[in-house]
């Protein structure tokens, strides 16, 4: 009987303390797991990062290891030490994501690299987020960031998608104020202008002073980028009115100079830009723009000195940009071709006649590309300035790589460059001087011609190549000469020809044989005809076209001293046109603002012609 009892009583003795013994670490295990969680409540991060690493240590097998794992990388998110955060939140998604925690984990994963600036990584991690987990919770954060990355790369149709998803589905959510800010982005981009127009004015009347004031200052830029530039003036001077605090304060301004800047009143925007204190390297590079627009090379050129002076190295590409343009007036085309090349790096095949441009696509550490615009801008000086040169196989090379590239681009600016490109190497070959540039001392002629109509002008959406007609039949006539055979396309190159060698009565005369148009002064008030019958067929015109035609048609008239007949043009360009189409409302309102310039001194108007369209450009 003893022989028998006492083993089981040794053994339940050892099992007790063993019992005993789990409870105590596994109380342990809780304590050390509830300090670190409320030094991560209290924000005390680095404090709760080493506690659960400690408790990762030492119970790696606890049943709160994925928890611990968890908020152990969440203290390594809120320090900023991403790349460590990301293999612990690794570590979770190989959980399954059954787990809570892996659900997360996986978002992280993507929000790292989205709070980084790493977007186009960041995207395809969003996408799979939104494909394994289209109902959790976080999916508010995933379709907003996929908009905004869509916004981010001026894809405007993607971006609007994304963020109505968001607004649908998560109309109260945490980025609730942000997403309708990009969805009415989205929507003036795409020329949906009311219903833009209908968020920002929600946002603005809403009960937050925050959300208010980030949509009065969003809706001003709106108006800005859909051209309207007094409105947009007016919608920022009742911003500042109302928000004298804001943050934003400062930036009105600079937006309010930018819009002068497009009307032509470079004094009134140089007075803004003397508001704004301390001033920014783009507020010193505005000014030179705006002094350049004046005429006032000598002081644009101290003005240049002086931003590149204190200007980092993120500038460079921009100031290279301005510097080509104050060479290239002084007709000094080597340079110009010099600091062109070392910026865009252009490779030329001369075996092939091949030109290859892969600015876009170049690894700059530390230097802020220039914009899309900017940067054909920029190869048309590049292009012109090889013509000049006597490269003539680099510039015909340099432009067909450039329409090549345009042509996949959904922006019809680029094309319109393209085109103006042409008329311009056009010029050159028939001994031109082409847009904007003064003529040398006895070479016929002293002044400047007055803006093109694609000078300063924004535009979007395409145009299936409108703007870049066929090369006009010969005919055995002049260079300048109006034409009577060809399509209507062929005939408006002809008539932008005219009109870059200033025969103003010959432009004239070939967009009237188009336009069918007629100045009838029997009636009263005197008006202008146009029964033109816009189809876009093969060698029609489309609405753009014929908007940039009528443009033409009014500053041919105004060139001849007949801003009776001009300004009779104007109101018909106004009565065939869409209002709500951003393109041909700018357009319009750019002609109106010329033909007022050319009022006042039809022979010199300021700030026209091809260098200072490359300065306007320089921040797109």
Not at 108 to 130: C, H, M, N, S
Not at 326 to 355: C, H, N, Y
């Amino acid at each position: 009987m003893n022989r028998i009892t006492f083993p089981l009583f040794f053994a339940l003795l050892f099992a007790g303390a063993a019992g005993s013994t789990r409870a105590v670490f596994a109380d342990e295990a809780s304590n050390q797991f509830n300090a670190a969680k409320a030094q991560f409540d209290s924000k005390q991060y680095e404090a709760a990062r080493s506690g659960f690493d400690a408790f990762l240590t030492r119970f790696p097998a606890n049943t709160q290891a994925s928890a611990a794992t968890f908020y152990l990388a969440e203290s390594l998110m809120f320090l900023k030490r991403y790349s460590l955060a990301e293999s612990y939140y690794s570590r979770l998604t190989a959980l399954g994501l059954n787990d809570q925690y892996a659900k997360v984990a996986l978002f992280r994963l993507a929000d790292i690299l989205y709070i980084q600036g790493q977007y186009e990584t960041a995207k395809p991690r969003l996408e799979e987020f939104v494909e394994k987990l289209p109902h959790d919770t976080n999916l508010q954060f995933v379709l907003y960031y996929l908009g905004d990355i869509a916004m981010r790369n001026n894809a405007a149709q993607e971006a609007e998608w994304y963020f109505a998803q968001t607004d649908r589905i998560f109309p109260d959510g945490a980025k609730a104020v942000e997403n309708k800010l990009g969805l009415a982005w989205a929507k003036n981009k795409l020329g949906k202008q009311t219903e833009a127009d209908a968020i920002y004015q929600q946002l603005m009347n809403s009960n937050s002073p925050a959300a208010a004031e980030q949509a009065a200052y969003q809706w001003g830029v709106a108006l800005f980028e859909r051209g309207a530039f007094q409105e947009s003036v007016a919608a920022f001077a009742e911003f500042q009115r109302k928000y004298p605090a804001s943050a934003s304060f400062a930036d009105a301004y600079r937006v309010i100079a930018r819009c002068k800047g497009r009307l032509n009143d470079f004094d009134g925007a140089l007075q803004t830009l003397t508001l704004i204190s301390p001033p920014s390297t783009d507020d010193k590079l505005m000014k030179v723009r705006m002094l350049y627009g004046l005429k006032k090379n000598e002081e644009a050129k101290t003005a240049l000195t002086d931003a590149e002076r204190t200007a980092t190295a993120a500038y460079r590409d921009e100031i290279a940009l301005l510097k080509s343009v104050f060479l290239f007036d002084q007709r000094d085309w080597k340079s110009t071709i010099t600091l062109l090349e070392s910026v865009l790096a252009p490779q030329f095949d001369a075996a092939a006649g091949r030109m290859t441009l892969t600015y876009a696509s170049l690894p700059i550490a530390g230097v802020n590309k220039l914009g899309e615009v900017a940067q054909y801008r920029a190869y048309s000086l590049l292009t012109q300035a090889y013509a000049r040169n006597g490269e003539t196989a680099k510039a015909n090379a340099m432009l067909a790589e450039m329409q090549k590239q345009a042509s996949g681009s959904d922006k019809t600016v680029l094309t319109t460059i393209c085109t103006d490109t042409s008329a311009q190497l056009a010029s050159i070959e028939q001994g031109g001087w082409g847009t904007g540039i003064t003529r040398p001392p006895g070479s016929g002629g002293t002044g400047h011609r007055p803006n093109r109509p694609s000078d300063n002008t924004a535009h979007n959406g395409s145009n299936n190549g409108q703007w870049s007609p066929n090369q006009p039949p010969n005919n055995g006539l002049t260079a300048f000469a109006p034409i009577t055979d060809g399509t209507d396309l062929d005939k408006f190159w002809r008539a932008m020809q005219m009109y870059d060698s200033k025969n103003y009565a010959g432009a004239a005369q070939q967009l009237e044989q188009i336009l069918t148009g007629y100045y009838n002064q029997t009636v009263t008030p005197k008006q202008y005809s146009i029964y033109y019958n816009i189809t876009g067929a093969e060698g029609k015109f489309d609405d753009n076209t014929f908007a940039k035609a009528c443009s033409v048609l009014a500053l041919s008239k105004a060139g001849l001293g007949d801003m009776e007949q001009a300004y009779a043009v104007l109101a018909a360009f106004a009565s065939r046109i869409r209002m709500t189409d951003t393109v041909q409302k700018t357009l319009l309102q750019t002609t109106q603002q010329q033909l007022l310039t050319m009022s006042g001194s039809a022979n010199n108007p300021p700030g026209g012609g091809l260098a200072f369209s490359v300065l306007s450009d320089a921040d797109q």
